[in-house]
């Protein structure tokens, strides 16, 4: 069974700044799924796109798909604080298996 | 209740006793997961059910751990002969259908597990 990979592992940046993370994976899918995770507690679900589209926007969050390449990439415009978090993506596998996710510190 | 609901939040166990895990996931769902997450770690996958049947048990770490299934609702994680390594946040989450259908995943708060 397949899961998404992400990169980088962390990432730190300031407050207004864009963050960019990406997710790799092997085999062809129908969908992918971004999620985030605060504090090390239970993650929420951030946006899908699925394979026949090839950008996603919702509010400060703009995820890209590249079937092709078999990866994709949530951007974080304007970035604060609060985004500090971990953000997992995962594949369309019936099991939902997430990688080591990325990271994201914001420092004001 | 609107959310999944894991009980209990918080377990602290002697090493070498049995644990349960109890994941109550949004009325109607057909899919759920289980997870384990130790500290600064990602998640580590343990097992997920289709209705009540779990097609694949091979996430399990060892055959101390067991998970079921029933009514197609709540579903237990059992844990025998605690061992100090198995503590972690254990997480849960269920889904309409199933990510493959493409429908998001709830997840519950966790249960932090602490054998000492």
């Known amino acids: 069974s397949q899961q998404g990979e992400e990169d980088p592992q962390a990432l730190s940046i300031q407050e207004g700044e864009n963050a960019t993370m990406n997710c790799s994976y092997k085999t062809s899918i129908n969908n992918l799924q971004w999620y985030r995770q605060n504090s090390g507690r239970g993650l929420v679900h951030l946006i899908l796109i699925r394979s026949n589209e090839r950008e996603k926007h919702s509010g400060r969050l703009r995820v890209t798909l590249d079937t092709s390449k078999k990866s994709s990439s949530l951007l974080i415009t304007a970035s604060r604080a609060a985004d500090t978090a971990s953000y997992f993506c995962a594949t369309d596998a019936a099991d939902m298996r997430f990688g080591a996710g990325t990271r994201l510190t914001v420092k004001p | ?116």
């Open chain 2, 1 to 116: 209740g609107a959310g999944v609901s894991q009980s209990p939040s918080n377990k602290v166990t002697e090493k070498g006793k049995d644990v349960e895990l109890r994941c109550d996931p949004i009325s109607g769902h057909t899919a759920l997961y289980w997870y384990r997450q130790s500290l600064g770690q990602g998640l580590e996958f343990l097992i997920y059910f289709q209705g009540n049947s779990a097609p694949d048990k091979s996430g399990l770490p060892s055959d101390r751990f067991s998970a079921e299934r029933t009514g197609g609702s709540v579903s237990t994680l059992t844990i025998q002969r605690t061992q100090q390594e198995d503590s972690a946040v254990y997480l849960c989450a269920s889904s309409l259908i199933s990510s493959r259908a493409g429908t998001e995943a709830f997840f519950g708060q966790g249960t932090r597990l602490t054998v000492v």
